[in-house]
C-alpha cells in the first residue's frame, strides 16, 4: 500500500524535474546513501521490543527501503527509452540490465549459501542458523551503496543526450498533477502491462518465499547444494540476454512473453509435481542437483525473456502515450513497473504466507523429522496457486495493442511534431536572439 502511493509519485516528480544533472541522475545519486542505511537497519531492530514494536520497526525500516530504492529503480529503468527508440535495440538493453541483474543478485545469494550461511553444531543447516544474517544484511548494503554509485557515474556522460523535462508554464497544482498521471495509467498498452505484472511479480514472489522451503524440505539439499542451484538463474539470464531479442523479432514482443511465460512455468513445476507422485529422483540421488539445476536453467531463461520482452514493451508505451497526451513520462510508467516489482515482495511474500497456512506447514520444522504429508500439501497447494497466478497474468496481455509498425508511426508522429516545435520557436523568437 505505501509503495502504491510512493512509488507514482516518485515518477511523476522525477518527469517533471529540470536540472544541470537532467531529471535521472539527481535521484540515483540521492538513493544511494539512504537506501543502503535503511536496508541495514532492517536486520538490526533495537534490543527489548515487544511483537508489537518490532513489527512496526520491520514495516518502518523495510517501507522506507523501499521507498529509497525506487528513487533509483524507478530512474534507472525510464532511462531505457530515453537511451533509444529503436525497437529492437530497447529490448537488448533490457536484455543486459537483466543478465546484470541476475548475475547480482544470485551470485550474492550463491556466495550468501556457500560462505556466509555456515552450518555449526546447533544448527547444522547453515539458512537456518540466525547469526549468518548480521553478515549477510552488512555485506548486502555496502553492494547496493556500491551498485548504485557505480550505475550513476557510469551513465553520468549520456546526461546531455537524455531527455529533459519540458520547461514549466507556472506552477502545476496538485489536482493538474494527478490529472496528468491518471491520463497516462488510461493507456491501454499500460494497463495490459500492469495487469500482466502484478500476477507475474507474484507469482516470482511466491516462488523466491517457498523455493527455499523445497530445497530444505522435500530435496533436503545442503546450504552448498543450494548455491550451486543458485547458479542456474545465471545460466538462464545468460541464454535469455541473446534469445529475448531473437524471439521478440520473430514473434512479436507480446507473443513470445506470453507463450515462454506459460512453458516456462510448467517447466519449473515439473520436479514438484513429480516429487508428489513420487517419480521423481529421490534424495541423495546423484543425478538430483543436476537435474534441478537443467529445470532451474531453462525454467529461468523462459520467464527472463518474457520479463526482458515485456519491460521492452512498457518502453513503447511512452511512445503511445505521448502521441496521445504531449507529454513523455517514462518516470510515471516505470514507477508503475517498479510497483509491480515491489509485488514480488509484498504480494508474493502474503501469498506464500497463505500457502504455508493452508499446507499446515509448521513453525521451526526439522527437515529430519517433517512428516511426507506435510510437504505433500505444500506442493498441493504451491503448484496451482503458481501456474494459476501466470496464466491469469497472461490473458491481459491480450489486450496489448502495440506492434512494431504502430510503434515505429508513434516515432515518426513526435519526430514531426518535434520538428514542428523547433520551427515554430525559431518563428517566434526575437530578431537577433541567439539560437537554442
Given at each position: ?105 544470485f ?30 544484511a ?12 557505480v ?33 497516462a ?24 518465499a ?21 547458479f ?26 506470453m ?45 527472463a ?27 510515471t ?60 497474468g ?23 511534431r ?11 523568437a ?7
Amino acid at each position: 500500500l505505501v509503495d502504491a502511493f510512493v512509488d507514482p509519485a516518485i515518477g511523476r516528480w522525477a518527469d517533471v524535474t529540470r536540472s544541470r544533472w537532467g531529471r535521472r541522475h539527481p535521484f540515483i545519486y540521492g538513493s544511494a546513501v539512504p537506501t543502503a542505511i535503511f536496508f541495514i537497519l532492517t536486520w538490526f531492530p533495537p534490543d527489548g521490543l515487544t511483537h508489537v514494536q518490532l513489527g512496526f520497526w520491520i514495516f518502518a525500516m523495510a517501507s522506507l527501503t523501499r521507498a529509497s530504492i525506487s528513487l533509483f529503480e524507478i530512474n534507472a529503468s525510464a532511462m531505457a527509452p530515453e537511451l533509444s527508440d529503436v525497437y529492437a535495440t530497447r529490448t537488448k538493453l533490457f536484455s543486459l540490465r537483466y543478465w546484470f541483474g541476475y548475475a547480482g543478485s544470485f551470485g550474492f545469494a550463491a556466495f550468501s549459501l556457500a560462505v556466509i550461511f555456515v552450518a555449526t553444531d546447533q544448527y547444522p543447516v547453515g539458512q537456518l542458523n540466525p547469526d549468518s544474517y548480521a553478515n549477510f544484511a552488512i555485506l548486502g548494503a555496502a553492494l547496493i551503496f556500491i551498485a548504485i554509485v557505480v550505475f550513476g557515474v557510469g551513465t553520468h556522460n549520456r546526461i546531455p543526450h537524455l531527455r529533459q523535462a519540458d520547461v514549466p508554464t507556472g506552477k502545476t497544482s496538485l489536482g493538474q498533477h494527478l490529472r496528468e498521471m491518471f491520463a497516462a495509467f488510461r493507456n491501454r498498452g499500460f494497463l495490459s502491462i500492469f495487469g500482466f505484472g502484478v500476477f507475474k511479480y507474484t507469482a516470482i514472489g511466491l516462488y523466491g518465499a517457498t523455493t527455499l522451503y523445497f530445497g530444505t524440505y522435500l530435496f533436503k539439499l545442503s546450504s552448498g547444494q543450494l548455491a550451486i542451484l543458485t547458479f542456474d538463474s545465471l545460466v538462464a539470464a545468460t541464454l535469455a540476454a541473446p534469445l529475448a531479442p531473437y524471439f521478440s523479432n520473430l514473434m512479436g514482443k507480446r507473443a513470445s512473453s506470453m507463450i515462454f511465460a506459460v512453458v516456462g512455468v510448467g517447466i519449473g513445476v515439473t520436479p514438484l509435481w513429480m516429487s508428489l507422485f513420487d517419480i521423481y529422483f529421490p534424495v541423495g540421488h546423484p543425478l538430483l542437483v543436476p537435474s534441478l539445476f537443467l529445470v532451474g536453467a531453462v525454467y529461468g531463461a523462459m520467464v527472463a525473456i518474457s520479463l526482458i520482452n515485456t519491460s521492452s514493451m512498457l518502453a513503447d508505451v511512452v511512445e503511445d502515450s505521448a502521441v496521445q497526451t504531449g507529454r513523455h513520462t517514462a518516470g510515471t510508467f516505470f514507477a508503475a513497473s517498479s510497483f509491480m516489482q515491489q509485488c514480488s515482495a509484498a504480494l508474493g511474500v502474503f501469498v506464500a504466507g497463505r500457502v504455508l497456512e493452508w499446507s499446515a506447514f509448521p513453525e521451526r520444522a526439522d527437515p529430519a523429522t517433517i512428516p511426507d504429508a506435510t510437504v505433500d500439501s505444500l506442493l498441493i497447494h504451491y503448484i496451482p496457486t503458481s501456474f494459476g497466478l501466470w496464466a491469469i497474468g497472461c490473458l491481459f496481455l491480450f489486450f496489448y495493442p502495440i506492434t512494431r509498425q504502430r510503434h515505429e508511426s508513434n516515432i515518426e508522429i513526435l519526430r514531426a511534431r518535434e520538428a514542428e516545435a523547433r520551427e515554430a520557436e525559431m518563428r517566434d523568437a526575437p530578431i537577433g536572439a541567439p539560437a537554442r
